[in-house]
Structures are given as structure tokens and as C-alpha cells.
């Protein structure tokens, strides 16, 4: 229906409409777990990024990270692995430089199971999810759904390297954070 509305939108605000629309687009096709929309939108988002005014620059770093965050979870689950670790630090960067939090959050998890799948070190993954966690206390979201795969992510490691009590610790966090959402 927003589609149809496009032409619609005045001159000067038309470029914020179709990168929400590329945005939920994006968003859409990585939660259905299909990467090759995830792709496309990737690509028309970032058509419409390189088209923004100078004075935008802010909102669409926010939305850029959030769109390479997306990407890189949908390439992980198609097991793209190299891709999706690019993605995935390129929005941790990004989100550092604008000092967003919450995506980095959410983008440190992911690359910990990058890492794992990718038959790197455990202890790797394990720093990113302490990492995800640690900020996520820092900002007072330890009962967040947010952190909800970096502790899913820090609890397998741990049973992977047989630290079963360790790895039961952290049931309380995860129940807490899980239920929240």
C-alpha cells in the first residue's frame, strides 16, 4: 500500500520515504530469512544513502547500521559466513562512531555465532557476547531482550568447553531478559 503512496510524497522528503521503505523492506526479508530480498534491499537502501542531503547524514548512518546489522544476521543464517562477519564489524564500527549502543549490541552477538560456526576459537565468541552483555548492563538493559542471544550464545560456548556450572549462572539473566520481551 506505501508503494502506491510514493508518488505522492513531496520532492524534499521523498528520499526519507523510500529509505523507510527500503528499511522495512530489508527488515522484513531478513526476519522471513530470505537472502536474496535481504540483498536487493540492501542495495536499493543504499542507493537511496548515497542520494541523502548533507544534513541527514546522522539518521542515515543510524539506518545504515541497522540495515548492515540486518544483513549480516541474514547472510549468517545462509551460512555466508565470511559476508555476514564484514557486515556484521562494519556495523559494529558504524555504530560505535555514532555512538548507538543498542546496535552494537545487537550486531556483537550474531558475530559470535559467525565466529563459532566458522570453527574459530570459542573463546571468541565468548568475548563478543561478554562484550554484548557488558554494554547491555552498562546501559541498563540487563533484563533486555536484546542480550537474549549473546547469553544463549556465552551459555553454549560454555557447555561446548564443558563449564556446565558456568553456563547454568547464567539461567536467571536469561529467564529475566527473556521474559521482558
Partial sequence: FAERLAGEAAEDRRWR????MDRTKLSLARRG????????????LQEVLAAQP???MERAADHRATALMDLGIAELWALH???ARAHLEEAIGLARRIERPYL???CLAPLGIAEAVAGKPVQGGIRLADQAIEI??????ADDPIIVPALVIQAYELVWMGDFEAAFALDGMLTAAARAG
Avoid: I
Wanted: net charge negative; hydrophobic share 40%.
Fill in 17 to 20: 520515504f523510500d529509505l523507510r
Fill in 33 to 44: 530469512g530470505d537472502l536474496d530480498a535481504t540483498v536487493e534491499a540492501m542495495r536499493s
Fill in 54 to 56: 548533507a544534513q541527514d
Fill in 81 to 83: 559466513l565470511s559476508d
Fill in 104 to 106: 552494537e549490541v545487537g
Fill in 136 to 141: 547491555a548492563e552498562a546501559n541498563g538493559w
